[in-house]
């Protein structure tokens, strides 16, 4: 897997982001380990909190089908924004538990590109530890 090539999956889900309240559209595609991809797109729904964002919706969909955290070898979160767009805070908490701290998380608004980790993205995490 290259960079070009999750960013051109991320750019293809989000073809599919239903926004119709923000017009602010978002893709997202998990690269695996194995080859797999998976996609995700920001869906809005008009009681906001139902909203599900475009990398939830990829990673979601890649533990459903299985994957886990050793599997994810990326994520690129693209949107069509007029500045890269990052995670908000309720996926940034998801990704901590979803994804390993290092996992390359690639966010590119189609003009830049910014690659972080989510130990970058999210310092000083809640986690199962702080359960324990």
Do not use: W
Not at 1 to 30: R, W
Not at 37 to 45: D, M, S, T, V, W
Not at 111 to 122: C, F, H, Q, R, S
Request: negative net charge.
């Amino acid at each position: 897997m290259t960079q070009e090539e999750i960013l051109k999956h991320a750019f293809k889900a989000m073809d599919n982001a239903y926004a119709p309240y923000s017009n602010y559209h978002v893709g997202a595609c998990v690269a695996c380990k194995d080859g797999s991809y998976f996609y995700g797109a920001n869906i809005e729904n008009a009681s906001y909190g139902a909203t599900n964002c475009g990398e939830r919706s990829a990673v979601f969909a890649a533990y459903s089908n299985g994957y886990r955290k050793n599997d994810i070898e990326a994520l690129a979160i693209v949107t069509d924004g007029g500045r890269v767009g990052a995670p908000c805070g309720v996926c940034r908490q998801v990704l901590s538990e979803l994804l390993n701290q290092d996992t390359p998380i690639i966010l590119s608004n189609g003009k830049e590109v910014i690659v972080k980790t989510i130990a970058e993205l999210l310092p000083m995490q809640f986690n199962a530890e702080d359960l324990a």
